[in-house]
């Protein structure tokens, strides 16, 4: 059976956002809407991983791997941002699809 990965929509006008608390592969992240002048973090827990530059423009993908996250997934922009961007990840010894 083919591998599903799962993704999730984050609106980074929300701030930080958790996407899972769980161990999990991280893919890719998609630009839906152009983001603010501010980065976009990508965190393991609090650990910084990934880096999406400001001002990245829709219809941009960012391939990071996978990498495999230990602890959790964690979407942490500025206080400021704005945009939307889709994560692609997969739970490791969970669900898978």
């Known amino acids: ?4 990965w799962k993704y999730a929509v984050v609106d980074l006008a929300d701030n930080s956002t958790t996407i899972e608390t769980v161990a999990c592969l991280v893919n890719a992240a998609y630009i839906n809407t152009a ?8 965190k393991d827990d609090t650990a910084m991983v990934y880096t ?3 001002s990245a423009t829709a219809g ?3 391939g990071f791997g996978p990498t495999r996250f230990e602890t959790s997934l964690v979407v942490d922009p500025d206080d400021s941002a704005t945009g939307s961007i889709t994560v692609e990840y997969l ?7």
């Not at 739970?91 to 699809?97: A, D, E, H, N, T």
């Open 91 to 97: 739970i490791l010894g969970g669900p898978r699809g």
């Open 60 to 62: 941009n993908r960012y």
């Open 35 to 42: 983001t603010s002048a501010q980065a976009c973090l990508i």
């Open 52 to 54: 999406i530059p400001a």
């Open 1 to 4: 059976m083919a591998v599903e």
